[in-house]
């Protein structure tokens, strides 16, 4: 891992009580998820869909300034519930007990350029069964930015606070083409038959969006005899504001100080229990109000998220206060803070890394702890 644990070493007794706390409870809370979280789920479709509405109607009548800044505010709102709350858990599987098609993790289909396919894979598969393993979990950086001193400095590095803006600003289009891993086409591992082919499933839903935001409601406006720029306009900076958002949101979950990182070698002959472990070392919180937690899709609650990704965020608030009461127990550090602190430590990270950095020696600890 990347920095000395401010968490204590467990002994093979207390690493096997502590996955079995674990375990306790998210059996009592999987067996008691009914109506309140079926009606939950409900109200956050019809948000979606009536704020998403309102947003683009809103946009019809651009002409008129803050007609369109509360249309794109709306709008923005939309694409960031439907992307977090929404989309994200649904996929995890969360509500797939309730047996209705429209949250149905397999099926549904999200609103951003990338599939639902590629992300099931990419984030639900790689990151949330190797999350923070160093040359396994590709969310470690996305191949863009070095934030660990275990990850190998290159001279490109020196540019990453440039390409972190970029980042963020297409956030999602980072996501969309992550599983493609386009570097090997410049290696000669795969010919450009094969990155094509594999990148067909992603261009076509590209496509769609593209059509749909840019296209199609910019067209309903033509047909409305009403100014087109507001609507393009408006679709432009609710999908930036979305990506804006979401990068900060899942930055934070995962690159703060305390954030520690993992070698293979952890993977070997892995228990429950140190499989609990890594997530709580490989994550972060932020602490806030209600909306926020609303907005953040939950992943405020990241450490609980990376513990329980097929629990129903909306509970994620009431099993922090036990998980940190267990890491209390166990001399675990429970990361978490407020969002100007923990920003302010992801960008630190991101300048710090840009230049040449070394490992602690005296950061081996749960590599060895097995």
């Given at each position: 891992?990347?920095?000395?644990?401010?968490?204590?070493?467990?002994?093979?007794?207390?690493?096997?009580?502590?996955?079995?706390?674990?375990?306790?409870?998210?059996?009592?809370?999987r067996?008691?998820?009914?109506?309140?979280?079926?009606?939950?789920?409900?109200?956050?479709?019809?948000?979606?869909?009536?704020?998403?509405?309102?947003?683009?109607?809103?946009?019809?009548?651009?002409?008129?300034?803050?007609?369109?800044?509360?249309?794109?505010?709306?709008?923005?709102?939309?694409?960031?519930?439907?992307?977090?709350?929404?989309?994200?858990?649904?996929?995890?599987?969360?509500?797939?007990?309730?047996?209705?098609?429209?949250?149905?993790?397999?099926?549904?289909e999200?609103?951003?350029?990338?599939?639902?396919?590629?992300?099931?894979?990419?984030?639900?598969?790689?990151?949330?069964?190797?999350?923070?393993?160093?040359?396994?979990d590709?969310?470690?950086g996305?191949?863009?930015?070095?934030?660990?001193?275990?990850?190998?400095?290159?001279?490109?590095?020196?540019?990453?606070?440039?390409?972190?803006?970029?980042?963020?600003?297409?956030?999602?289009?980072?996501?969309?083409?992550?599983?493609?891993?386009?570097?090997?086409?410049?290696?000669?591992?795969?010919?450009?038959?094969?990155?094509?082919?594999?990148?067909?499933?992603?261009?076509?839903?590209?496509?769609?969006?593209?059509?749909?935001?840019?296209?199609?409601?910019?067209?309903?406006?033509?047909?409305?005899?009403?100014?087109?720029?507001?609507?393009?306009?408006?679709?432009?900076?609710?999908?930036?504001?979305?990506?804006?958002?979401?990068?900060?949101?899942?930055?934070?979950?995962?690159?703060?100080?305390?954030?520690?990182?993992?070698?293979?070698?952890?993977?070997?002959?892995?228990?429950?229990?140190?499989?609990?472990?890594?997530?709580?070392?490989?994550?972060?919180?932020?602490?806030?109000?209600?909306?926020?937690?609303?907005?953040?899709g939950?992943?405020?609650?990241?450490?609980?998220?990376?513990?329980?990704?097929?629990?129903?965020?909306?509970?994620?608030?009431?099993?922090?206060?036990?998980?940190?009461?267990?890491?209390?127990?166990?001399?675990?550090?429970?990361?978490?803070?407020?969002?100007?602190?923990?920003?302010?430590?992801?960008?630190?990270?991101i300048?710090?890394?840009?230049?040449?950095?070394?490992?602690?020696?005296?950061s081996?600890?749960?590599?060895?702890?097995?």
């Amino acid at each position: 891992m990347s920095r000395t644990s401010k968490s204590r070493t467990l002994s093979p007794q207390e690493l096997q009580a502590f996955g079995e706390e674990l375990d306790a409870l998210q059996a009592s809370v999987r067996a008691d998820l009914g109506a309140k979280e079926a009606a939950y789920i409900k109200r956050i479709w019809r948000l979606v869909r009536y704020s998403s509405a309102a947003g683009r109607g809103l946009l019809f009548l651009g002409w008129f300034w803050p007609a369109w800044v509360l249309g794109t505010l709306l709008l923005a709102l939309a694409k960031i519930v439907e992307n977090m709350e929404l989309g994200h858990n649904v996929m995890h599987g969360q509500y797939d007990w309730m047996n209705d098609p429209r949250f149905n993790g397999q099926d549904y289909e999200w609103d951003v350029v990338g599939t639902s396919d590629n992300w099931r894979y990419t984030h639900n598969y790689k990151h949330h069964t190797y999350t923070n393993v160093k040359g396994v979990d590709d969310d470690i950086g996305y191949g863009v930015l070095r934030l660990f001193p275990e990850q190998k400095w290159h001279p490109v590095n020196l540019f990453q606070p440039f390409f972190a803006v970029i980042f963020a600003l297409l956030f999602q289009w980072g996501v969309a083409i992550q599983r493609l891993r386009i570097g090997r086409y410049f290696v000669g591992r795969i010919t450009g038959k094969q990155l094509y082919e594999e990148f067909k499933p992603t261009g076509n839903k590209i496509k769609h969006q593209l059509l749909k935001d840019y296209v199609i409601f910019p067209a309903i406006a033509l047909i409305l005899f009403v100014p087109v720029m507001p609507v393009l306009l408006g679709n432009l900076v609710a999908n930036g504001l979305r990506n804006l958002w979401t990068y900060m949101i899942i930055f934070c979950g995962h690159f703060t100080a305390d954030v520690e990182l993992f070698e293979k070698s952890v993977l070997e002959d892995e228990s429950r229990g140190h499989w609990y472990l890594r997530q709580l070392r490989g994550s972060s919180n932020l602490t806030g109000g209600r909306w926020f937690h609303l907005l953040s899709g939950n992943l405020s609650h990241q450490i609980e998220h990376h513990l329980f990704p097929d629990i129903p965020a909306c509970r994620y608030a009431e099993m922090g206060e036990e998980v940190r009461a267990i890491c209390k127990r166990y001399d675990q550090h429970y990361n978490t803070g407020p969002l100007w602190k923990q920003f302010g430590q992801v960008i630190w990270r991101i300048l710090r890394h840009a230049f040449p950095s070394e490992v602690s020696k005296t950061s081996a600890e749960l590599v060895t702890e097995k």
